[in-house]
């Protein structure tokens, strides 16, 4: 079992005191971050852009992943100010590509899919020239949820496939691997102008050629975009890493995503789904 970060997983220390602004903006809107709530090891570079990736929908998850230090149990209501307050935040940071995600709401009907869609009218609303992108859950597979979040048009919608289907069990013990690959062919039927994206995590005792099996199922259910980034353990009560995978394995792994025609690829140790995600759409990574 891997213990010891290599030096290309040890990442340079950032002063702290650029960060407060953006830590400001978010509490005064009364905002969670998926960079805060999932331990992020890029935080503190991301805050200092300033940008950040706003988690909708509270900080309580109706499911329990082995990766994710999202705390799980008892859900609050949904704050019906929170879309506007999101839309303010991303004013006053200034940003022109804006990525918002989610916890899982199972408890909700349509999983959340009207909070997200408001969010992105909000936005659009507020900062017409920002970019949007959504990462989505599953919805439990509702095609209503995802033709409901398709119909406020952002520019991308990511679904995390997270990870091989033989370590579903261990790792997405909730979710459905079948269900996730849904969603992309969905989104493409409900609007062809919209980006559709992925993201894997490695290092969890996946195989080559699994991962490589997941890129091609991804290609064939209309996934576009790609991110593969290393799994680091958030706490102790997280699924361990079982491997740090060598710089060079992502080189191959995007070598190989670009093959099977993947238009955008963002392949190395620190990457995640939502890091740099403007300069990946843009084209500048």
């Known amino acids: 079992m891997a213990r010891r970060l290599p030096n290309w997983l040890v990442k340079r220390a950032v002063d702290i005191k650029e960060l407060h602004n953006v830590k400001a903006i978010l509490r005064k809107g009364k905002l969670s971050t998926v960079c805060e709530e999932a331990r992020c090891p890029n935080m503190a570079e991301c805050f200092k852009r300033p940008t950040a990736t706003f988690m909708i929908m509270g900080d309580v998850c109706t499911r329990n992943c082995t990766f994710c230090s999202v705390s799980n149990g008892n859900v609050k209501p949904l704050d019906p100010q929170e879309p506007k307050n999101v839309a303010m935040a991303v004013k006053e940071m200034g940003l022109k590509y804006a990525v918002i995600t989610s916890v899982t709401r199972d408890d909700i009907s349509d999983g959340g899919a009207s909070h997200f869609a408001d969010t992105i009218k909000e936005i659009k ?118 491997e740090y995978i060598h710089p060079d394995i992502f080189k191959y792994y995007e070598k190989k995503a670009k093959e099977l025609g993947f238009i955008k690829v963002a392949s190395a140790p620190f990457v995640r789904s939502s890091y740099m995600a403007d300069l990946q759409f843009n084209g500048e990574i």
């Open 125 to 242: 609303k507020i900062c017409p020239n920002t970019k949007i992108e959504v990462l989505i859950p599953d919805f439990q597979g509702n095609e209503s949820s995802v033709k409901i979040v398709c119909e406020a048009n952002p520019d991308v919608i990511n679904h995390n496939i997270e990870t091989v289907p033989r370590l579903y069990k261990d790792v997405r013990p909730q979710a459905d691997y079948g269900v996730s690959l849904s969603i992309f062919a969905m989104v493409k039927r409900f609007s062809s102008s919209i980006y559709t994206k992925s993201g894997i995590m490695v290092g969890l005792g996946e195989r080559k050629d699994e991962v490589i099996s997941v890129m091609k199922d991804l290609r064939r259910a209309g996934c576009e975009m790609l991110t593969i980034g290393q799994y680091l353990t958030p706490t102790k009560e997280s699924i361990p890493v079982a």
